[in-house]
C-alpha cells in the first residue's frame, strides 16, 4: 500500500527521482552525450521513439534498427526536425529473424563506427500464436531471443570502445514487471509454445519473454564482471503508459474507474526516464545486474533474482541461436528439458 501511495505522489527515491519523473528531466546532467553512439531497438514509436528523442537532445548519434524502414525514417525525420543537427542512421533488423540479427550486426561492424550504449527496447505482444522463421513462439523470438543474439554480436564492439575511450559502456534491456507473474519451467514451457498453439496463453508467453530479458541480464552482468570488461547491464521496468481509452457509456463509476486508472499509468515522457536514466546517469557508473523501476532500484521476482536459472537459460540460449535453432524444439526430437532445469 505505501509503494502504491508513492507511486502515485511521484516520491523520489534515492535516485533523486521517481515516477513522475520524465526522460528530459533524469538527462539534464548528462547534457553533452556527442561521444556516444547509441543503438535503440524498437524506436519508431511509444517509449524508444521518446528514448531516442531525448538522447539525440543531448548529442548522441543514434542507430536506429527497424522492421520497417519507412516508420524509421519518419521516426528520424521528426528528430531532425527537432534537433537539426542530430546524426541518425536508419538500419534494417527484424528481431524475430536469427539472420536477419546476424545481418544487422555484419552491417553495423562495416560502418566502424564505436559503441557506447545498446538500448533493448523492442517488443511485441502477440494475442495470436506464431511460430518465428527459426522456429521459436514468436513474442519470446522477439522480445528475448533476438536481443540475446544482437548483444552478443555487438559485444567485442562495446567492450573495444570502453578500452579505447575509458568511457564505461552500458547495455539496458526493457523487461517488465510482468516478468513476475510467469511460474514454472522456462524451456518446457517455451518448447511446449513453439511446437504447438494449444498451450499458448499470449499474458503467459509475453511474461516469459519479459523474465528472461531479466535473467538475461543477471547472467550476461556475472560474465562481463569475470572477463573485467568495463561494460554494465542492468534491466528496467517503464511503467504502464497512459493511452487513449475509449468507453461505449459515460456515468459517475465508469468515470470514476478510468480517472482512478488514469492516475496509475504513466505518459511516454515518464515511461522513458528509468531507460534513459539506467543509460546516462553518473549514479548507475559501475551498477550492473540490477533491475529499475521509476528510477530506483527495485526487487524482481524469486524466479529473476535466481542464478541458476538465469545460467539454465543462458546455456538453451546458446543453443536456440546457433546455426539450426529448429531441432531445439522439433517434434520428431525430444529435446532433454531436464537438462535446463
Known amino acids: ?62 542507430v536506429l534498427p527497424a522492421r520497417n524502414l519507412k516508420a524509421a525514417e519518419e521516426a528520424k525525420a521528426r528528430i531532425v526536425t527537432e534537433f537539426p543537427n542530430s546524426e541518425i542512421i536508419v538500419m534494417a533488423l527484424d528481431l524475430s529473424s536469427l539472420s536477419s540479427v546476424r545481418k544487422f550486426g555484419s552491417d553495423f561492424e562495416s560502418l566502424n563506427l564505436p559503441l557506447n550504449l545498446l538500448i533493448n527496447n523492442a517488443g511485441k505482444f502477440a494475442p495470436e500464436h506464431a511460430i518465428s522463421e527459426d522456429g521459436i513462439e514468436m513474442t519470446f523470438a522477439t522480445n528475448y531471443l533476438g536481443h540475446f543474439l544482437l548483444t552478443r554480436l555487438l559485444l567485442n564492439k562495446m567492450i573495444e570502445t570502453a ?41 503467459r508467453a509475453y511474461a516469459l519473454s519479459k523474465l528472461a530479458n531479466v535473467l ?33 457509456r459515460e456515468g459517475f463509476i465508469t ?5 482512478v486508472a488514469s492516475k496509475l499509468l504513466k505518459t511516454i515522457p ?19 545486474g540490477k533491475y529499475f ?31 539450426n535453432p529448429k531441432p531445439v524444439f522439433d517434434p520428431l526430437k525430444p529435446f532433454d528439458y531436464d537438462e535446463y532445469d
Open 1 to 62: 500500500m505505501l509503494e502504491t501511495v508513492k507511486y502515485l505522489i511521484g516520491s523520489r527515491g534515492a535516485s533523486g527521482f521517481g515516477s513522475k519523473s520524465t526522460a528530459e528531466e533524469v538527462t539534464e546532467t548528462c547534457s553533452d552525450l556527442r561521444s556516444t553512439t547509441a543503438i535503440i531497438t524498437g524506436a519508431t514509436s511509444g517509449i524508444g521513439a521518446e528514448t531516442a528523442r531525448v538522447l539525440a537532445k543531448r548529442g548522441a548519434r543514434l
Open 163 to 203: 578500452k579505447q575511450t575509458g568511457v564505461q559502456g552500458r547495455i539496458v534491456n526493457v523487461s517488465s514487471s510482468i516478468n513476475a507473474w510467469f511460474s514454472g519451467n522456462m524451456i518446457r514451457y517455451l518448447g511446449q509454445i513453439s511446437r504447438s498453439k494449444s498451450e499458448y496463453d499470449a499474458t
Open 216 to 248: 538475461h541480464t543477471k547472467e550476461l552482468a556475472r560474465r562481463l564482471k569475470e572477463m573485467g570488461a568495463n561494460v554494465t547491464i542492468n534491466c528496467v521496468h517503464p511503467g504502464i503508459v497512459k493511452t487513449r481509452l475509449t468507453r461505449e
Open 255 to 259: 468515470d470514476l474507474v478510468f480517472f
Open 270 to 288: 515518464q515511461a522513458a526516464s528509468t531507460t534513459c536514466y539506467v543509460a546516462t546517469h553518473p549514479r548507475v557508473e559501475n551498477v550492473t
Open 293 to 323: 523501476a521509476d528510477c530506483n532500484e527495485a526487487r524482481t521476482s524469486k524466479l529473476g533474482s535466481n542464478p541458476t536459472e538465469a545460467s539454465s537459460l543462458w546455456a538453451a540460449s546458446e543453443l536456440m541461436v546457433s546455426t
